[in-house]
């Protein structure tokens, strides 16, 4: 098995990922759809040998200490991959993920409007949020190549691993990956405040020092930008608060609430004519009432909030949903499996229906 051709097919057949399993022949992921390819199954043997081919030594050394392995890959004239390299049932086996070679801008990926008031803000907490593969990544380094198009400014990227690299514009851009250039997330984060940072990129806020930290750096005048896998808004202001013990959470609702400049939660969902996908968001933006919500216990009542305040640039993910089904763009079957309140989401297409 020749792991270099099989990359060079996901490219070309604009794969978002490429799965080396054993007995199986390798799958390619295409518009979120799993797609074996041609190829005859890969015994255990041949799948170990082609995925060490790519491992240097002290790779080799901690994937056979750790059992599991995270890095980006780049062959020359290919594209960069993300790769994780683990094992299933006592076989090696891999997930390579595609990583285009130029940073997407918030114009090519038709991002809101409120992502590019988000990257202009001086200081403060914005987090994108979502499941993996919905884009998360793809819309900070957007985010980030717009700041550097357009500030003088330092910032300090912290990932795992490094995935879009960037070339310095305006801004200076250092991107450390963890377990290459430091331990972890957190003792980057400790030590990025003595780099004399302005913007500062958390890939993954993954643990409580982390989480902690990250908002430390928010309340002294950086802007953070950091991301959670939660599906909404309300849910990813509660997974802040909850990560810490019971008796700091009323300090912390006082922090995020100081900070936070917004969430935008986000999905990827198949179009409507079978090719390609469409982003889905929810955006949250720090109102006044909205800070006083987190303060205040009360973030059940965020989605309300959220959908009285489109004058700030806020959606919530149902009404996003429903306009891309109105337009035409995805299908009512692929919007049913991502809206939260069904009998609301169908009662608004009734109600449409019935004014025309």
């Known amino acids: 098995m020749d792991l270099k051709e099989l990359l060079k097919v996901t490219i070309s057949q604009n794969a978002s990922d490429l799965h080396l399993t054993e007995s199986s022949p390798p799958i390619l992921r295409i518009d979120g759809k799993l797609i074996p390819m041609n190829h005859l199954p890969v015994s255990r043997d041949e799948l170990k040998k082609a995925i060490y081919g790519i491992l240097t030594d002290s790779q080799k050394e901690k994937f056979e200490r750790d059992r599991e392995l995270d890095f980006s890959l780049a062959l ?78 330092m910032i300090v990227a912290i990932e795992d691993p490094i995935e879009y690299v960037h070339k310095n514009k305006k801004a200076v851009i250092k991107q450390r990956e963890v377990y290459s250039d430091t331990h972890s997330f957190a003792e980057a984060l400790k030590r990025c405040l003595r780099q004399d940072p302005d913007v500062i990129v958390v890939g993954e806020m993954r643990d409580l020092e982390t989480i902690g930290t990250t908002l430390t750096a928010a309340e002294t005048g950086h802007l953070v930008l950091a991301t959670l896998h939660t599906p909404d808004a309300a849910q990813t202001i509660e997974r802040i608060i909850d990560v810490f013990p019971a008796h700091q959470q009323q300090q912390v609702r006082l922090q995020l609430s100081a900070c936070i400049q917004g969430v935008v939660c986000q999905r990827l969902l198949p179009r409507a004519e079978g090719e390609g996908r469409v982003l889905v968001t929810e955006v949250l933006v720090a109102t006044p009432a909205i800070r006083n919500l987190i303060r205040e216990k009360a973030v059940e009542q965020i989605p309300t909030a959220i959908q009285t ?26 919007a049913m499996t991502q809206v939260k309140n069904v009998e609301e989401f169908k009662h608004l297409l009734e109600r449409k229906k019935t004014k025309k």
């Open 309 to 334: 305040g489109s004058q700030y640039g806020m959606h919530t993910m149902d009404a996003c949903l429903r306009t891309l089904f109105e337009q035409g763009i995805i299908t009512f079957e692929d």
């Open 76 to 153: 020359e004239g290919l594209e960069r991959f993300r790769v994780n390299i683990h094992i299933q049932r006592g076989s090696v086996e891999a997930a390579l993920r595609r990583i285009p070679l130029y940073v997407p801008s918030i114009e090519d990926l038709a991002l809101p409007q409120a992502i590019v008031d988000f990257a202009r803000r001086p200081d403060g907490l914005v987090l994108v949020t979502g499941p993996t593969g919905s884009g998360k990544t793809t819309t900070l380094a957007a985010m980030i190549d717009l700041i550097n198009r357009e500030r003088s400014c």
